[in-house]
């Protein structure tokens, strides 16, 4: 005779280690059973909200209870066993005693280990009384974001659907369950009866398999599983089911109300739904092997966790059609465990939108299972709508389970599967919010990826709570932030069909930080940098390797119980041409065996995470940690933290880390490049390792408006790239809408020799140090003229002029020869980062316009400024009285260049000069603070003489103050309507004549036309955009811009 083996609680300090024991682990809420998932000694086989069953490797400690050693070597079946008042737990015991071993009696529920090969399947205690713990780890499921806000309108689809429910059909499918007399899962009748649904549900037009699975007492009936496939989600599922088995302790298994009625449920929903098509996909399940230990439904959900099946939600249908005479109120006690809550609250609130007098009460079921069961310890959540669990059919397992006393009101199955219909259509056409988003930090940026969705207008991007930004796309990158600064980022979509906006996304928290520089070493003897710590992390004197510092999760003491707390470093970039990697740090620590845990873990994206090593127990010394980090080095984005997490109780004095390193071998050079807003000139003496420009600027993103370069653009917001391929012997032009940095990543370009055309070329800086001009240029005759690029500096040897004394790498340079020439540029002994400044702001008297690509050069000799003072500044203006350039006077004995700025052809105003414009001086006077009009007299011999010319050369004279008091007219011209759709009417205001063309904004002329005082222009021929209108009359010239809608 067996012995019975109730093990009681044990000490910590009276037991010894085992390879691996089955150990039973009482908790007071999910949140302490949840807690237990994370830890790597435990393999969670099965849970409940109260307790958890799990493979221990490694030391117990008190209040577990150690069930076996080494439970899955000898091949034992173990067995979650429910019981009842109306059950004798010592009748059980002695039906089992020559058996079975009870492990531990908790009262109501019973765990019993039994060999099923040498004595067969063991019996239930009682209807749904068993279930199998299998040697699978458990997953628990992640959270779906259902809108469970509470009841909304009805959905009319819906209602229609539900008026389509037959209580005779589903009374009639019970009848016919019922009269096989027995579906016993072992018996033959069973196996008709799951071929009879098979034929239902292929009738219905469905896909249809019939799964087979093991089961300990032999051949037995199979689960039917029928899909209907969705048409945009294919790959979501929503899932509802109920076993057809049934059992009996004496007699005949009729199993009416236990299952016929959940079964007859499902195959009405089936045949209802199988008319119509959803966005995803829906799984009708009849399960067989649930009176035995859910065997059928632990199967098919253990398969699809294997085969990675996004299942949103599981709706169990088991036992729906006895409710108690002389009650009239029908209810359902609706089961569930605390991890598939969400769900609970989805059915919750589709029953109260579209069932209003269907009670539905949270019930725990002490004394029995179902199939949701298999469902919520795969990783999906499952809930279990019940018939009145304190009233139940007092007929089923018997062979009175039978239409009429068991399955007695047709009903409340009517009810019940309207409930479950209601809930597995909406799901099924769910609008959910967007899904999975991601948040990677960047510099002053960061970068936002979700799933994708369909049938949207647009996503909404929220920060800190604050709408922020739009997207059309299933991604945003963030250029308004700051680095070091934590930021809250969530999504909503824009349903296209209703216009409504969805539920928020999941929350990502983000901080910005400047790209980590490799190889890295952080002693934190001058704190933490790029660390981010979370609770009680931080730096600690207590103990160090070196000198005086360390960090750890816990600085003033032992760590707190039952935490989770993280120290996470920035990004840092491994797609850098690297040939190794690696990370080390030195480590001590004390942590509980087993029980408490430091994780050493590292992502490509922030949110998924994969360990590195597991730290637990005692090491009393110092010991240098090291991990190859090969296996990423084509990531750009690489994450490392350490995870600590504790539980309810016992604590230690944690663990401490000092000298952490990450180091490189190989790679390419990196140039950084600080791009100011606006216009700027750039280049690079790098030959890069990715070539195409659009790959290249992709970190921009939306911030970059347009790159140039003598002849070709990359203009994104247009689709137009006629550059193709960064060349390193190339300067560009670049617009950016706000500050951003830029990293190439290639080698050092070899061939450092340029050769120039004739005229006007734009050049790079081929060298990583700063080259003076006076020694690149000084020698040759043929330079005429160097500046920068929307900016003010200058190099003009014949005019001895040089505020541009060098040339700074990673800017780009406008250089005028006078014959073609060929410049070398200098090697440089130390490689260096260069940031590019900020544009001069010049602090003038005028409101200036923003410097921009093109520009004309005015010299202005010493000679010709003898009358003004130091203080005192000199403006150019358009004939629109724009303040184009200006000139502050800081001395008077060096000859100086007005540097005078041309139109923005990519914005919608006049904002600069404009070809052929005329200039206009004007006087500050620094000592009187008043403005005087100058007449101007130029040098002859300079090309350009006195109107505006992109890339023009003029010089002045003289200047002296107009006394006449005459100025310019203004607004000689007008155009209406502005913009315009169609015809344009243009009017000279003083009655005279001029020449008008019209320019794109690429500078080509697309219309010239005589204008007498007024005309009427057709513009319906024009594309679209922004055009320059320009009128040039006998005494004055004007220009205006014009966009054609």
Same mark, same amino acid.
């Given at each position: ?14 037991? #010894? ?98 060999? *099923? ?17 299998? =040697? ?17 309108? !009805? ?13 005779? =059909? ?421 942590? *509980? ?7 050493? *873990? ?146 050092? *370009? ?6 120039? !055309? ?38 003009? !040897? ?18 005028? =020869? ?7 540029? !200098? ?45 005192? #500044? ?129 500078? #080509? ?41």
């Amino acid at each position: 005779m067996k012995r019975y083996i109730l093990l009681m609680l044990v000490s910590l300090f009276a037991i #010894q280690m085992f390879a691996s024991e089955l150990v039973l682990i009482p908790t007071k809420s999910y949140e302490d059973s949840k807690n237990l998932f994370s830890n790597p000694a435990l393999t969670i086989n099965f849970y409940r909200d109260e307790f958890v069953i799990a493979t221990l490797n490694g030391l117990p400690k008190h209040d577990i209870v150690i069930l076996d050693s080494n439970p899955w070597e000898s091949g034992m079946s173990y067995y979650v066993v429910y019981l009842d008042n109306n059950t004798d737990k010592l009748d059980y015991y002695n039906a089992i005693n020559s058996v079975a071993d009870v492990l531990w009696d908790g009262g109501n529920i019973l765990i019993i280990r039994i060999d *099923e090969v040498a004595y067969g399947q063991l019996p239930p205690a009682k209807n749904d009384g068993l279930v199998r713990i299998f =040697n699978n780890r458990v997953v628990l499921p992640r959270k779906m974001f259902y809108n469970t806000s509470g009841r909304f309108d !009805p959905d009319p689809f819906i209602v229609s659907l539900l008026n389509q429910v037959t209580g005779t =059909n589903i009374t009639a499918t019970v009848q016919h369950l019922e009269d096989y007399t027995t579906r016993n899962c072992y018996k033959p009748q069973s196996i008709e009866a799951q071929n009879w649904l098979k034929e239902q549900y292929e009738n219905l037009g469905l896909s249809v398999e019939i799964m087979d699975f093991p089961m300990p007492g032999g051949a037995a009936s199979d689960n039917v599983i029928a899909t209907k496939l969705g048409t945009k989600y294919p790959d979501e599922f929503v899932v509802l089911g109920g076993h057809y088995d049934s059992i009996s302790f004496s007699g005949a298994e009729p199993g009416a109300d236990d299952n016929a009625s959940g079964s007859a449920g499902v195959l009405e929903i089936a045949r209802i739904l199988s008319e119509y098509e959803f966005d995803r996909s829906i799984i009708f399940c009849a399960f067989s092997g649930e009176e035995y230990g859910l065997y059928g439904s632990a199967a098919y959900a253990s398969r699809c966790a294997q085969q990675g099946m996004d299942i949103l939600g599981y709706f169990n249908m088991d036992m729906v059609g006895y409710l108690k005479p002389g009650n009239t109120t029908i209810m359902t006690s609706l089961i569930y465990p605390q991890s598939a809550l969400e769900l609970a609250n989805f059915y919750t609130s589709v029953t109260a939108t579209y069932l209003p007098d269907f009670v539905v009460i949270p019930a725990t079921f002490s004394g029995g299972d179902s199939d949701h069961t298999s469902f919520n310890q795969n990783g999906y959540m499952g809930i279990f709508p019940f018939e009145d669990v304190d009233n139940m059919s007092p007929y089923i397992h018997t062979s009175n389970d039978l239409v009429g006393p068991s399955y007695n009101n047709e009903n409340q199955a009517v009810v019940f599967t309207k409930a479950i219909l209601a809930s597995v259509a909406t799901m099924a056409n769910m609008k959910f919010p967007p899904r999975n988003l991601v948040g990677i930090p960047g510099d002053n940026k960061v970068e936002l990826i979700w799933d994708e969705l369909l049938e949207i207008d647009e996503y909404r991007v929220y920060r800190d709570g604050s709408y922020i930004a739009s997207s059309l796309t299933n991604g945003y990158i963030d250029l308004t932030v700051e680095n070091g600064t934590l930021y809250q980022y969530y999504v909503t979509a824009i349903y296209s069909d209703t216009g409504e906006e969805s539920i928020p996304s999941n929350v990502v928290n983000v901080t910005p930080m400047p790209p980590i520089g490799l190889p890295l070493i952080i002693d934190f003897e001058n704190g933490a940098p790029y660390w981010e710590f979370e609770g009680s992390w931080g730096i600690t004197s207590t103990t160090s390797y070196s000198p005086s510092h360390s960090i750890t999760e816990s600085p003033s003491g032992n760590y707190a119980n039952n935490i989770e707390i993280i120290a996470k470093l920035s990004p840092f970039n491994l797609n850098l041409g690297y040939t190794s990697a690696s990370l080390s740090f030195w480590t001590k620590y004390n942590i *509980e065996q087993n029980w408490d845990y430091m994780y050493l *873990e590292i992502s490509t994206n922030g949110t998924n995470w994969t360990s590195l090593a597991t730290f637990t127990g005692v090491q009393n010394t110092w010991i240098e940690k090291s991990y190859s980090l090969n296996n990423y080095l084509n990531k750009s984005n690489v994450f490392i933290r350490f995870r600590f997490k504790s539980d309810i109780m016992v604590n230690k004095d944690g663990m401490y880390i000092d000298d952490f390193k990450i180091d490189v071998t190989g790679g390419y050079t990196t140039q950084l490049m600080q791009i100011p807003q606006g216009w700027s000139g750039i280049s690079s003496y790098l030959s890069p390792a990715q070539t195409q420009v659009n790959d290249l600027l992709e970190p921009l993103g939306s911030n970059l408006i347009i790159l140039q370069d003598m002849t070709n653009v990359y203009w994104p917001e247009q689709n137009i790239n006629t550059i193709g391929n960064w060349n390193t012997h190339n300067g560009y032009k670049i617009k950016l809408s706000n500050n951003a940095t830029l990293q190439f990543l290639g080698s050092l *370009e070899e061939n450092k020799t340029l050769s120039l !055309p004739q005229g006007w070329s734009l050049i790079p800086v081929i060298s990583d140090c700063q080259v003076s001009c006076e020694e690149l240029f000084g020698s040759y005759n043929q330079v005429f003229l160097v500046k920068d690029v929307a900016a003010t500096d200058v190099f003009w !040897p014949a005019q001895n002029i040089q505020t541009l004394e060098k040339l700074i790498p990673g800017k780009a340079y406008y250089i005028y =020869n006078s014959s073609p020439l060929t410049i070398t540029f !200098p090697s440089c002994s130390k490689t260096q980062s260069i940031t590019l400044e900020n544009q001069k702001v010049i602090k003038t008297q005028w409101e200036m316009v923003a410097p921009t690509g093109n520009s004309h050069v005015i010299s202005v000799p010493a000679s010709a400024i003898q009358d003004f003072a130091v203080g005192d #500044q000199i403006g150019v203006f358009t004939p629109a009285d724009l303040c184009a350039g200006c000139l502050q006077i800081d001395d008077l004995t060096t000859n100086k260049a007005l540097v005078v700025f041309a139109n923005d052809s990519l914005t919608s105003a006049i904002d600069g000069f404009v070809n052929n414009e005329p200039f206009k001086f004007k006087l500050f006077k620094n000592s009187s603070g008043k403005e005087y009009n100058l007449i101007a007299t130029f040098d002859n011999s300079l090309p350009d003489y006195n109107v505006f010319v992109d890339e023009g050369i003029s010089g002045l004279t003289k200047l002296i103050i107009d006394n006449t008091g005459i100025d310019m007219p203004k607004n000689i011209t007008g155009v209406y309507p502005n913009p315009s759709k169609g015809n344009v009417v243009v009017k000279i205001k003083n009655g005279s004549n001029a020449i008008l063309r019209i320019l794109n904004l690429s500078g #080509q002329c697309v219309l010239m036309q005589n204008i007498d005082k007024e005309a009427v222009i057709n513009a319906s021929s024009l594309t679209k955009g922004v055009y320059t209108f320009q009128f040039k009359g006998i005494d004055f010239n004007e220009t205006q811009k014009v966009v054609i809608q």
